[in-house]
């Protein structure tokens, strides 16, 4: 038989009987059928059936534009997505049936199916149960065995094996069955993941020395722009699993190898402890530490240490907000030159020009400080939740023994992740930071030949009265493509404009690299 105009009252009645393959043709041949919501919902919940989810989409979008307060419509739409594994559009979809008053039982599922592909273990449990408590069998053995492998990975394992339990016991010779006596033979073992990733590329830096404006190289630095090999290795696992804790680490090793610039080579191997836990089904907590050390041209120049609160909340619309505060404590391992004072025999010695009287430049600038900082920022899906945006602020103070250092201010950031293709994805990031010194700056600003030539008889270059400001501003864009299942290209160009008062931290920097991504583990 073949299906025309006219036709989409016999589809309606096919479909209400639950003989979809008869109604699809018919249906989807009619017409009448995109402007009609009961024809329109009933396609695309038997193309849905059907395991044809981009068809079901389009006509379940469709019967939503006609009736978009239909809490039903909204989750089978929220069920299709799932399907074509377009979750965020899909968490969208359920919380609007949600938010409609949307009582079937296959909300909390797919709701919880979508909690446990996040890691939200705890919530996921939650949902899995209330599912079967709205509906019994009819979600049955799928919302039992779910809860199960939710409730082992949050680290219950008398109430997952209960859960798994049931599946084989009340559903034997079943598929399900057979998956929850693996997962039942796997519990006892608790398993911890362990992961590693390499990180190698290399880059284009126009101003690798950070060299400031109007200042003058030594001798030695033949330039300010260099190429360079860059690295970044990381090995980590999960360590210890209570019920109510995972604590996890990590060992990663950063460097570079300069072309020219062979005293700008950076080796900085550092360790990573971190500690999560659920709260509530929204809201998560993670603390961590970590501690590293730096050498660069082969000599000791940093080691840091730090630590960190962050809470984090999950809206029914897919948005995270993250709370966090930070502690960071830098300890530089160099030793800083004093230059002498005007009018001692050194000054007059070093044929060059001195200090003011007074300022002991190895005592104020030290480096070594106490950084505190706070910050909030949210990250949210817009444009049918295909690209996600975050944007955030934190307040930073920096208390250095040096009273060249001593800062504080805001630092505000954007940035924003769209998908170019199935493989290809774009994030640009911008940042920017205002920093309010406490003290002017023991820097002079440059000195041009004939103004250094009447110093050098041992008078005082000028320092600023005013205290040091400055105002910094980044820029990224990366370009990213996927290369099978666990490799990545990426080209990045980054963008640093440091705006200060003092000229020696005065400067611009362009950088344009070439990385490849590898990573290993679960």
């Known amino acids: 038989m073949l299906a025309g105009p006219g036709w989409a009252a016999d589809g309606v009645a096919l479909a209400r009987e639950g003989r979809c393959s008869a109604a ?119 919302a039992s065995y779910y809860e199960g492998l939710a409730l082992s990975r949050n680290g219950s394992p008398d109430a997952a094996r ?107 191997p550092s360790l990573l402890l971190w500690a999560d836990r659920s709260i509530t089904p929204d809201w998560s907590l993670r603390v961590l530490g970590s501690a590293g050390y730096a050498w660069v041209g082969g000599d000791p120049f940093l080691a840091t240490h730090r630590a960190e609160a962050s809470l984090f909340r999950v809206d029914d619309g897919g948005g995270v907000t993250r ?38 430049e190895e005592r104020e600038r030290n480096r070594d400080g106490n950084q505190w900082s706070a910050g909030i920022d949210h990250t949210r899906p817009v444009w049918n939740d295909r690209i996600e945006v975050t944007a955030g602020i934190r307040w930073v103070r920096f208390s250095a023994r040096g009273q060249e250092y001593t800062y504080q201010g805001p630092v505000l950031r954007a940035s924003v992740f769209a998908p170019l293709g199935p493989d290809w994805d774009l994030r640009a990031a911008a940042a920017w930071a205002s920093r309010s010194f406490r003290h002017p700056s023991t820097f002079p600003e440059p000195i041009d030949p004939l103004t250094a030539t009447q110093l050098a008889n041992g008078q005082a270059y000028r320092l600023r009265a005013t205290d040091r400001t400055e105002h910094e501003t980044r820029v990224e864009v990366t370009i990213g493509r996927k290369i099978g299942e666990q490799g990545r290209l990426e080209l990045q160009w980054h963008y640093q404009d440091n705006d200060s008062t003092t000229s020696v931290f005065d400067f611009d920097r362009h950088r344009i690299g070439a990385y490849f991504i590898v990573g290993f583990g679960d």
């Open 323 to 360: 709370l966090t505060a930070r502690f960071d404590r830098d300890n530089y391992l160099f030793e800083n030159a004093s230059i002498p004072d005007s009018g001692t025999p050194a000054c007059l010695l070093a044929f060059s020009p001195c200090s003011p009287v007074g300022v002991d």
């Open 24 to 142: 699809i043709p018919l249906l989807s041949a009619d017409p009448s059928t995109a402007s009609d919501v009961a024809a329109a919902s009933l396609l695309g919940r038997c193309l849905s059936r059907s395991g044809e989810y981009a068809e079901a989409v389009t006509w379940l979008t469709r019967a939503r534009e006609l009736a978009p307060d239909d809490a039903d419509l909204a989750l089978d739409q929220g069920v299709a997505l799932y399907n074509l594994s377009d979750r965020p559009a899909a968490r969208r979809a359920l919380a609007q049936a949600e938010g409609a008053g949307c009582a079937r039982p296959e909300l909390p599922l797919y709701q919880g199916l979508i909690a446990l592909d996040d890691s939200e273990d705890e919530r996921a449990a939650v949902l899995f149960s209330r599912a079967r408590d709205l509906a019994g069998d009819a979600v049955e053995p799928v």
């Open 162 to 268: 209960s859960a798994l339990e049931r599946v084989r016991d009340e559903w034997p010779e079943t598929e399900w069955a057979e998956a929850a006596d693996k997962a039942l033979s796997r519990l006892g073992e608790r398993d911890l993941r362990r992961w590693a990733s390499l990180r190698v590329g290399f880059e284009w830096d126009d101003n690798a020395v950070l060299r400031g404006r109007g200042v003058r190289l030594p001798d030695e630095i033949p330039g300010d722009s260099d190429e360079r090999l860059v690295w970044t290795l990381s090995a980590g696992a999960d360590l210890v699993r209570t019920d109510e804790w995972l604590v996890s680490g990590a060992l990663t090793y950063q460097g570079n190898e300069h072309d020219s610039l062979d005293d700008f080579d950076i080796h900085y």
